[in-house]
């Protein structure tokens, strides 16, 4: 099984600022990898797929980047709806897993 | 419009037995996997296993096998994850996701989930 570690659990960032997320694979996931956003009680939002292709409808402050086993998602400008807890997820392989999460607050 | 509707919440007591549901709408359900992710209180999310209701070919993550029962009826475009025998450690909400094509895919569309709570 694939580990995937987010790092870090918490991002303290003020409004209008750059948040910079990362995502470590345990072996090689190539490029099959997503970032959600979840917000309380909400269901989870898919933002990208293949490292760097954002979802329908996704601002372009939101951006990936990233191979094989280190990735980044980068929220060029923190809007106030940014705030939230974000998941990366491998589909490379079975079974298919998820990062334990980084909450992005106000700082 | 693709739309997963899950069944509303359950309370349950250990030992019991529990089915929720994922209707699917909006696309051919009998085209795409359907996933199942378990979120325990204020945790993570955890990829529970998939079923492709064509042909009802299951997979389950290791940490859920024998645990958990994944199936689909087809005729009524409806997934659904069932336990036998639930312990106070199935308390979770539970989604539905939808895959973009393939199995291994990125998971587009999403339930609104369904909570479970066991207790006695």
């Known amino acids: 099984e694939k580990v995937m570690t987010q790092s870090p659990a918490t991002l303290s960032v003020s409004p209008g600022e750059r948040a910079t997320l990362s995502c470590r694979a345990s072996?090689?996931?190539?490029?099959?990898l997503a970032w959600y956003q979840q917000k309380p009680g909400q269901a989870p939002r898919l933002l990208i797929y293949?490292?760097?292709t954002r979802a329908t409808g996704i601002p372009a402050r939101f951006s990936g980047s990233g191979s094989g086993t280190e990735f980044t998602l980068t929220i060029s400008s923190l809007q106030s709806e940014d705030f939230a807890v974000y998941y990366c997820?491998?589909?490379?392989?079975?079974?298919?897993?998820f990062g334990q999460g980084t909450k992005v607050e106000i700082k | 419009e693709v739309q997963l509707v899950q069944s509303g919440a359950e309370v349950k007591k250990p030992g019991e037995s529990l089915k929720i549901s994922c209707k699917g709408s909006?696309?051919?359900?009998?085209?795409?996997?359907i996933t199942w992710v378990r979120q325990m209180p204020g945790k993570g999310l955890e990829w529970m296993g998939i079923?492709?209701?064509?042909?009802?070919?299951?997979r389950y993550s290791p940490s859920f096998q024998g645990q958990v029962t994944i199936s689909a009826d087809k005729s009524i475009s409806t997934a659904y994850l069932q336990w036998s025998t639930l312990k106070a450690s199935d308390t979770a909400i539970y989604y539905c996701?939808?895959?973009?094509?393939?199995?291994?895919?990125?998971?587009?569309?999403w339930g609104q989930g369904t909570l479970v709570t066991v207790s006695s």
């Open positions: 996701a939808r895959p973009g094509v393939g199995a291994l895919s990125r998971l587009d569309y």
């Open positions: 909006g696309y051919s359900f009998t085209s795409y996997w």
């Open positions: 079923i492709y209701p064509g042909d009802s070919d299951t």
């Open positions: 072996q090689s996931v190539s490029y099959n």
């Open positions: 293949g490292a760097s």
């Open positions: 997820q491998q589909y490379n392989t079975w079974p298919q897993t």
